[in-house]
């Protein structure tokens, strides 16, 4: 079964930075597309950022030049490097992986604070 452990979330101040982790099990990480979502209270989960087997990238437009998506398949890890956060930028933030119907982790939450 599939499991996906995200970590590293946190309290920060604007302009602060944050290294987002989410740990894969239970699968061939390397086969599967992964991303991030966030998800602010009363709104609906965004796609943040992803990440293809190929290493290619894609970013959601107001996190461009701000925000890294990566992976390290042999540690099945996909990161999510945060810098220039902003308060907009607090949620709970999900990763997920392209595989079947997908699967979510348990959501880390971020918060930015003016």
């Known amino acids: 079964q599939v499991q996906l452990a995200e970590s590293g979330g946190g309290l920060v101040q604007v302009g602060g930075s944050l290294r987002l982790s989410c740990v894969a099990s239970?699968?061939?990480?390397?086969?599967?597309?992964m991303g991030w979502y966030r998800q602010a209270p009363g709104k609906q989960r965004d796609v943040v950022a992803i990440?293809?087997?190929?290493?290619?990238?894609d970013y959601a437009d107001p996190v461009k030049g701000r925000f890294t998506i990566s992976r390290d398949n042999a540690k099945s890890t996909v990161y999510l490097q945060m810098n220039s956060l902003k308060p907009d930028d607090t949620a709970v933030y999900y990763c997920?992986?392209?595989?079947?119907?997908?699967?979510w982790g348990q959501g880390t939450q971020v918060t930015v604070s003016s």
């Open positions: 239970g699968s061939t990480f390397s086969r599967n597309a």
């Open positions: 990440i293809g087997t190929d290493g290619s990238t």
């Open positions: 997920k992986m392209w595989l079947a119907n997908g699967y």
